[in-house]
């Protein structure tokens, strides 16, 4: 038996041009343009603040604070993109241009989502949540290096196609 092949994007255009008008006309583009960096910030904040704890043993409140607010930034950037590649691709997940991408991000929402099952049932100590949080960036940190790659590629092969 053998496991299904993810769709292959390698020296294929990200976007026909159907895709390529749909993404710049749909309001859904600029959402995503918004809440990306808005999360990153989020994220240097909160990363900030839960090394300031582990260091320290300093702002446990304040760094589970920001936890639970970058994992809500995780969870509206994930329902907004799934949105945008309806509007896009006509799927809601797993289209063949973000495949991957897709497939990594429910990585990093399980990483998020159970630091906060974690936190709400308290099966793990103040340290092992924060290093649970550790772990739910370090994917986040990969799975938006591959949303990076993705949209300069599609810079460069705009510019070709331009």
Do not use: C
């Amino acid at each position: 038996m053998s496991l299904p092949r993810a769709p292959q994007t390698s020296g294929v255009q990200l976007y026909t041009p159907a895709e390529r008008a749909r993404r710049d006309a749909t309001v859904w583009t600029a959402v995503q343009g918004v809440l990306a960096p808005l999360q990153f910030l989020a994220f240097l904040v909160s990363l900030a603040l839960v090394l300031r704890y582990l260091w320290t043993g300093a702002g446990y409140e304040s760094a589970t604070i920001s936890i639970l607010i970058k994992t809500g930034l995780l969870y509206a950037i994930m329902v907004t993109g799934a949105i945008w590649e309806k509007v896009v691709f006509g799927q809601y997940l797993f289209a063949p241009a973000f495949f991957w991408e897709d497939v990594f991000s429910f990585a990093v929402i399980a990483l998020h989502t159970t630091y906060i099952v974690a936190l709400f049932f308290g099966s793990l100590s103040p340290a092992g949540l924060m290093l649970l949080a550790l772990a739910a960036y370090a994917a986040y940190v990969i799975n938006a290096g591959q949303f990076l790659w993705k949209l300069r590629m599609a810079r460069l092969q705009g510019e070709v196609a331009a």
